[in-house]
Structure formats: C-alpha cells, structure tokens
C-alpha cells in the first residue's frame, strides 16, 4: 500500500512480493517501508529466499487410494505418481499413459515408476482412471516431503556428497537411453544421508553430522535439489520442500550403487523427511499419511527389483500431532505394513526442546524414540541417530533383519533407543555374517553314506562315495536370485549282506563290486537358500541327489544332500559343508 505504481521501483518490488521474496515490514504485510534501511540479518532472508528457488506450482490435490480411501495432500498440480506390477514392460506402461492423455515426465523403467503430467485439476480422474488398469499397483499425486531447517552444531563433515541435480536431466529428456536405467551412486558400508544442502548451516549438513557423532559411519551424502514454498506461492505451504519422485530416484541409485560397489551388503539410508505442515492438524497428518505410503511404496519396488537388504529410517515430523491413525491406515495395506516391519524405523524424540514431536498413543511397534543431543532440535536429529545405531549393529557383525528388530524391541521395552538397549536385545556373539559368491564361484565338497537295497529274498548294502561341486552363476556378486549348475563324481560299492535265493544272486554274500557314476544338474534359489538336483544311473538303477536348504557363510556352503536310487528302501541323507574353490 505504500508503494504507488508510479514508483520508479514498483515493478521490481511487484516482483519481489510475487515470488514471496518479502513478506512486508508490518504484521498484516500490507507495507513495504521502501524508504527504510535494511538490517544485514533481513538482507540474508531476502537473499535466502531468492536462492531457494520458490516453487510454483504447489497445492492441495485430491484423489482416492486403491483401496478406496479419498487423501487431500500437498503435491505438485498437474503431476501423477504410477507404480506399475512388476512384469508390466516399459512400452506396456508407456502406452497405457499415453491412452488416457498424460505425458511423462520421468520414468525409472527397472522398478516400473512413472511421473507424467496431467491437466491440473485432473489429477483425480487420471488417478482412477489408470489404477482400474490390472497392469497397475498403485498411483497417487506427485507429492512433496518437508525439510524442518536445524540449529547446527558447526564441526568438520568428512562425508562424500554427490549432488543429485543432474539427474534432473532425466526429466527433460525422459526417453533418453541413460534414463532407461537406474544410475549406480558409488557408496560405501554405511549410512547414506539422503538429504538437502550439506553446506554448513545447511540440514543435511547436521543430519551427516549427527551420524558420525553417534559413531556411524557415513556411506555416502546425497545432496537433492529443494524448492522453497511462501504461502503465496504454494497455497499456504511455507519452507524448504522435496519432491517425492527425486527421493525415490535417489533411493534407487543408491541401493543399485550398493548392489553394484558395494557387493550387496547391508545398506542404510537416512530420511530426515516428512509431509508438509498443512493450514489444519487434518491436512498436516493427510500429508504425513501421503507422504509415508509414497516413500514405502518406493522402497517395496526397491526391495523387490533391486536389493531386500535396505533400511531406512524416517523422520516422523515436529508438529506435535498423534499420527496413531495415520500409520493404521497405512497398515491396511499388507504390502506397506510389512515393508514398514521389515525394512523401516520410523524414529521420534521426547528430547525436543520445543515439545511438538509428533507421537503415537500407543507403543507402535514401529515407531522408535531417540534422546540422542542431536535430538533436542527436532525429529531430523533422532532419525540419523538410530540409523547409526543400525550401522555399528552391522559392523558387529549382526545381520540388518537382527539389527532392525532389536532396535524395535529395545525401544519398546525401555522407551528409548540406545546402543546399548540394542545390544541387550541380541545374543552376545553375532553369528558369521554370509559372503555373498560372486559369478561362477564353485563349492566342492566329498560326499558318502550307506542305504540298503531289499529285493524278495536279497539284501545288498550300498555304500556311497562322491565328490559333488556345487556352481553358483548370475550377474557380477550374488545376492538374489541364484541360478547354477550341480555335478556329482562317484563310486557306488555294493556289497550282498545276505541271499537265499535260487540259483543265487550276484554278488554272492560277502562278496562286492563297485561301479563309477557321474550326473549333473540345476541350482537354483532365492532369499539366501540354494536348492540343487541331478539324476544319473549306477548300474542299471536311476538316481537322483538333491541338495537343499543351502545356506551361505563366508566361504561355505551348507545343506542337506538326500541321495536315492531307484529300489532303495530309504535314501540317504546327510548334512554337508561344501568349501568355495
């Protein structure tokens, strides 16, 4: 009001309020004081909020779930979220946005994720419209995650960062052969922050920080690109914001880079992430509800096309709002609740000195709480906290399905999380991590036993020895599937026990002889257990021998072999250790 369009400045003011750049020098932010001088600490907002890259096109979208729920969450306008099944083919899913009008935006083909554009305000219909498709999972609003800014604790950050912005070339040139698969981010063992600005001062930075000071190790830094929301340019939305399709990008480079870098181990990955705080309570918790099935579903494609060993700890958010019902709802699907079990910690704090974390009216099984110092400034300080808890379970030499499941129990039992609440949880002597073969890596093992063969008035005592060589093949380190190939080299000596039959039987009693035999056959397996089977013949007789719960340790392979030929009365059946060549 106190800046006339005649004002030699006006236009440039104009420009300034449109981009939520100033917010005015009056309470009601009717007034622009043009004449007053301006404070260093007011000329750091200003330039703060220039650089933040105001998003424009942010709002409240409709839609209802596939399971017939109806969510109002803050999204991008005009985009779309599609989770296809897992045997749809890239031209398959192509073609079935393209039916019904929409344009895409992005695509990450290996785990059938789709953002593609639609008319805004026809985000509903096209939601509806393509989940009735059978070759369709899921799909849902391109929504946005929020980045609660913390006070940092200034200190030197030894972490690799990868800044993710050119991967943003992928939304601009979608059908290019790079964005066809998923880009390997090189990580180490660890915790991986995926998160914003790693500069000091920035929330990344004390999310890395806030690992290494809880004696984590940090993998790796992804660096995502933010948007900053006004209240006039995302319809109420204010602060630093995260697309949910970039997170997800992000999760998928990086569990590939674990698969390919890091020979599959356990990988961790902190989120210090939650849904936007909205105009009510209400649209705050439908936020944090879209925000939380977006990310799972993320992680189930991940999980299932990618690697199963992931966890990821999540922020639950800082507006002082009971989310019991949210995580309910998100329950109500199978697929999410077991992947929130299995795979997800989802990490509050009673330490916050403003006293407004969200919570949950019950012990969820799910929900963890962490009183790390970190803690005190918000949900974002106690998620990187159980996260390195996580890591040093694992580098004790726990498996990460031990490691998540003690983390819950602890916190459980005594309230709140810590190394040592953990460990209690655990036997005191973690078992031998496996090791993984690589492609083409043999097993050999000697093999022998006894099984007896009764035939009318005949009995013969078969006596086995062989050397079976188990191949293990696939691409670059296994993990999951496997796929192979058996052999067995032997000798089978029978000798007759006893014979009254007329005129005799062959061998007489006492008497033996041996014959040599040799088969081969398939290996195949999957969730860390090896199953193998060859037939071949000893004589005249057909064998088969199978091997089956193969388990992986360092550099054995351990299961039960049953070996049986035609006639016998029992097979033979041993527990064997094979050793890697």
């Given at each position: 009001q106190?800046?006339?369009?005649n004002?030699?400045?006006f236009?440039?003011?104009q420009r ?6 100033t917010?005015g ?13 301006v ?13 933040l890259k105001?998003?424009?096109?942010i709002?409240?979208?409709n839609?209802t779930?596939k ?9 991008v ?9 897992p045997s749809?083919?890239?031209t398959?899913?192509t073609?079935?946005i393209?039916?019904l ?13 789709y953002l593609?554009?639609?008319t805004p305000?026809?985000?509903s219909?096209f939601i ?8 369709v999972e899921?799909a849902?609003?391109h929504i ?8 940092p604790?200034?200190v030197d950050m030894k972490?690799?960062?990868v ?5 943003q ?7 290019d052969?790079v964005c066809q698969?998923?880009?390997?981010i ?6 991986v922050a995926?998160?914003?600005d ?5 929330h990344?930075y004390?999310?890395?920080y806030?690992?290494e000071?809880n004696n984590?190790t ?5 660096n995502?690109p ?6 006039e340019t ?6 630093e ?10 999760l ?13 181990k356990?990988?961790?990955v902190n989120?210090?992430?939650n849904?936007c705080?909205?105009n009510?309570?209400?649209e ?9 099935t977006?990310i799972l579903?993320?992680?189930?494609k991940i ?5 199963n060993?992931i966890?990821v700890?999540?922020a639950i958010g800082?507006e ?7 995580l309910?709802n998100?329950r109500?699907?199978q697929?999410?609740?077991d ?7 989802l990490v509050?704090t009673?330490k ?12 969820d ?11 005190s400034y918000?949900?974002?300080?106690a ?15 726990y ?9 819950k129990?602890?916190d ?8 040592e609440?953990?460990?209690?949880e655990?036997?005191p002597t973690?078992?031998t991590?496996?090791g993984?073969p ?5 097993y ?6 006894t099984s007896?063969?009764?035939?009318d008035?005949?009995q013969?005592r078969?006596?086995?020895?062989a ?11 296994l993990i999951?599937?496997?796929?192979g190939?058996i052999r067995?080299?032997g000798?089978?000596i029978?000798?007759?026990v ?8 062959d ?7 041996s014959?040599s035999?040799s088969?081969?056959?398939?290996v195949?397996?999957?969730l ?8 071949f013949?000893?004589g005249?007789?057909s ?7 193969g388990?992986f340790?360092?550099n054995?392979l ?5 070996f049986?030929c035609e006639g016998?009365?029992?097979?033979i ?6 050793t890697?060549?």
């Open positions: 106190d800046v006339s369009p004002h030699p400045q236009k440039y003011i300034l309020k449109e981009l939520g750049i917010k020098c009056n309470a009601e932010g009717t007034l622009y004081c043009p004449d007053r001088e404070k260093r600490a007011e000329m750091a907002v200003f330039i703060g909020r220039a650089f105001p998003h424009p096109n709002g409240r979208v839609y779930t399971d017939g729920r109806n969510l109002t969450v803050t999204a306008r005009g985009q779309v979220q599609v989770f296809f099944n749809t083919t890239d398959t899913a073609e079935a393209k039916s009008g929409g344009k895409i935006l992005s695509k990450i083909p290996e785990i059938q994720y593609v554009e639609v305000g026809q985000e219909a509806s419209s393509i989940q009735a498709l059978p070759i899921s849902m609003p946005v995650g929020a980045i609660k800014t913390l006070m604790i200034i972490s690799p960062i800044d993710f912005e050119p991967y070339f992928c939304r601009e040139n979608p059908n052969p698969i998923i880009i390997p090189n990580i180490s063992p660890g915790v995926i998160d914003t790693f500069s000091t001062f920035g990344g004390y999310v890395a806030t690992i000071a984590g940090i993998g790796g830094a992804v995502l933010k948007r900053y929301c006004t209240n995302c319809n109420g939305v204010e602060g914001v995260v697309e949910t399709e970039t997170t997800i990008r992000a998928a480079a990086v569990a590939k880079g674990n698969k390919v870098f890091n020979e599959g356990p990988f961790i989120l210090s992430m849904g705080k909205g009510s309570p209400n705050t918790l439908e936020n944090i509800e879209g925000f939380l977006n579903k993320g992680i189930h999980r299932s096309e990618i690697s060993n966890a700890t999540i800082n002082g709002l009971d989310i019991t019902q949210v309910k998100i109500n699907n697929t999410l609740a992947i929130m079990s299995k795979h997800v910690l509050g009673s916050n000195i403003f006293n407004n974390t969200n919570y949950v009216t019950d012990n099984q799910d929900v963890v709480i962490s009183n790390n110092r970190e803690a918000g949900t974002s300080g998620a990187p906290a159980v996260a390195a808890i996580l890591d040093q379970l694992v580098r004790l030499g498996s990460l399905d031990e490691a998540i499941l003690a983390c129990r602890a459980n039992k005594y309230g709140n999380l810590t190394l609440n953990a460990l209690k655990l036997s973690p078992p991590p496996p993984p690589t492609n083409g890596t043999t050999v093992a000697t093999f022998t036993g007896t063969e009764t035939i008035c005949a013969w078969d006596d086995i020895s050397t079976i060589a188990i191949t293990v093949s696939g691409e670059g380190t999951d599937p496997y796929t190939s067995l080299d000798v089978g029978s000798t007759g006893y014979c009254y039959c007329d005129p005799g039987c061998p007489a009693p006492g008497e033996s002889y014959l035999f088969g081969a056959g398939t195949s397996g999957s860390g257990k090896v199953q193998a089977s060859a037939t013949e000893i005249t007789a064998c088969t021998v199978n091997f089956t719960d388990t340790g360092i054995t351990t299961g039960t072999i049953i049986y016998d009365d029992a097979p059946e041993k527990t064997i250790t094979l890697k060549q």
